[in-house]
């Protein structure tokens, strides 16, 4: 029988669809916030930029899973949580 501590958690985005050259990078925010990431332009070798920028998102999305279900597992705490930041 495993442990929890040899689990690995995991978030599959199947449909994430990421830029970094062209279209919207080229507004003055997206352009300043990926060079702020060193993920503007293709990255050597090309398409490096995109890769990680996937990446850091799925990272993004898989800590507010585990922030979801910490809340959610502790008696409480996401409704504590809501009514703190007045969400009802």
Same mark, same amino acid.
């Given at each position: 029988? /495993? +442990? %929890?501590?040899?689990?690995? @958690?995991?978030?599959?985005?199947p /449909?994430? $669809?990421?830029?970094? $050259?062209?279209?919207?990078?080229? #507004?003055? &925010?997206?352009?300043?916030? %990926?060079? +702020?990431? *060193?993920?503007?332009? !293709?990255?050597?070798?090309v *398409?490096?930029h995109?890769? /990680?920028?996937?990446?850091? $998102?799925?990272? +993004?999305? #898989? +800590?507010?899973?585990? !922030?979801?279900?910490?809340?959610?597992?502790?008696?409480?705490? &996401?409704?504590?949580? &809501?009514?703190? @930041?007045?969400?009802?």
């Open positions: 029988m /495993a +442990t %929890l501590l040899n689990k690995y @958690f995991e978030v599959n985005l /449909a994430l $669809i990421v830029g970094t $050259i062209g279209g919207g990078t080229k #507004l003055p &925010h997206a352009k300043q916030n %990926l060079e +702020t990431l *060193g993920l503007y332009g !293709s990255g050597d070798p *398409g490096s995109a890769k /990680a920028l996937a990446e850091v $998102i799925a990272a +993004t999305v #898989l +800590t507010g899973e585990l !922030s979801l279900m910490a809340a959610l597992s502790n008696n409480g705490e &996401h409704w504590c949580a &809501h009514q703190r @930041f007045e969400r009802g």
